[in-house]
């Protein structure tokens, strides 16, 4: 009974492609939200924490790339891995910057307290490996 239920909801869910598709743009989509507060309200104070590890502030621009601009390139599949890999690494040090020292903690709801930047994390990995699937608009060095 379990392997027929089983074979029946694979034969309707064996999509990866579509899979790929909503990771991507999911992921891309979240993470505009924080690029188009940042494009709203400057990243001034991501240049004051940046200063404030003994790290030159310009580097705050950067966000623009890992949070408009990669998010941007991966929800069109374009350059998918690369740009994945561009939010790994912004997700990586924006977690340091603003987040250090809070590794072990949870939240009032026992939640891990960085769970939502390893969910964005994770999520550029998995976009990274997996690749943008059928569902893009660069396809084989051309444009499809």
């Known amino acids: 009974m379990f392997t027929s239920i089983n074979n029946g909801f694979s034969r ?24 188009f507060f940042k494009m709203q ?4 104070w991501i240049a004051r924490l ?10 705050a621009y950067g966000a623009y790339i890992g949070e408009v601009l990669a998010p941007a390139m991966i929800v069109l ?7 994945a890999l ?4 912004n997700l990586v040090v924006a977690t340091l910057l603003a987040k250090s020292g809070v ?4 939240t009032a709801v026992g939640a891990w307290a960085l ?4 969910l964005y994390l994770f999520g550029a990995l998995a976009v990274m490996f997996l690749g943008a699937g059928r569902y893009t608009l660069v396809r ?3 444009l499809t």
């Open 12 to 35: 309707f869910a064996d999509t990866p492609d579509f899979g790929k598709l909503l990771l991507r743009v999911s992921l891309g989509a979240l993470l505009l939200f924080h690029g």
């Open 41 to 44: 309200h400057g990243v001034g």
């Open 50 to 59: 940046l200063e404030g590890h003994g790290l030159p502030g310009f580097i």
């Open 77 to 83: 599949g374009l350059l998918t891995r690369p740009a």
């Open 86 to 89: 561009v939010i790994a690494i």
């Open 103 to 106: 590794f072990w903690d949870r």
């Open 115 to 118: 769970e939502v930047e390893a």
């Open 140 to 142: 084989d060095g051309s």
